[in-house]
């Protein structure tokens, strides 16, 4: 999408009046793309798209009955007549011993057991303890990001233009060390996002770089700007578990005893689907270079 919802609520029949030819035709442009691209999400469901079966409609899916006669029918409407009847008394023959035998005294009363119980609201419950993160980062490095172009207008925006920071976050990243201070160490830095005013009057946000996930078997990892674990760490993070073998728990224990570093399981597992969501367009790249470098070899062996 290139327009997001902070800068379409911004669009009004004054602002579009006062842009010029050049300016309408590019935002018509940037408004269509947004329009098709909406339309096919609107279009998307479990049998065109990776979607999950429980996110079709409550009208489209299959009813769980489908053996269940229709209201219409004439068997339908025969079995209406028959539960229409009145019940047939019981014989006088029928032995008095048979009947159920009587509710023992000890029972507790029908009353108790037909109250309903209270529903339990969904989310985090009054009292329950917070789950977040423990360790305080203190960051070594901030880094500011501002939109270089307009959303609505599509002019470039000058560095000085005036700005206001909207939203942030934390990034730990891990870097190598050089001949003059080797070794590793983590760096934390500070991500600063700016909202940019342009001359037209436009507020245009700068939002974190985001990624397509090609893979439908990756699909609940999303490939964002917006994460605690930097390149860097994460290429360790890899590496102890595919090279080192190294289980998620272990990887905790090792970032936390070598590198003064507290992550949780989750956040290692959401960095290894996120890995591999990104270099999944490189493996197509990686087996043909392996199918070129194995056509060659008996060529060379037969040179020599």
Known sequence: MHLSDHSRSQLDEAYVQSLDEGQLRGLSLRLLDDLKEARERLRQNPSNSSRPPSSRAPWDRPSSDEDETDATSPEASTAAQDTNEPPEEPSAE???SAQAPAAPSDAPPSGDTDKPKPKRKAGKQPGAPGVGRTQVLKAQATRAHRAEVCAACGEALPADAPSV?????????LVWGDPEQPGLHLQVTDHRLFDTRCACAHQTRARPGEGQVEDPTLQPAALSEWRLVGP????????????????RRRMREFLHDWLAL?????TLDQTLREAAAAVTPLEAELIDAVSASISVVPTVMQCT
């Open 165 to 173: 920071a909207y939203a942030g976050f934390q990034s730990v990243d």
């Open 262 to 266: 507290s992550v949780s399981v989750g």
């Open 94 to 96: 029928v032995d008095s």
């Open 232 to 247: 860097g760490l994460a290429s360790l993070i890899v590496a102890l578990h595919l090279r080192f073998r190294m289980s």
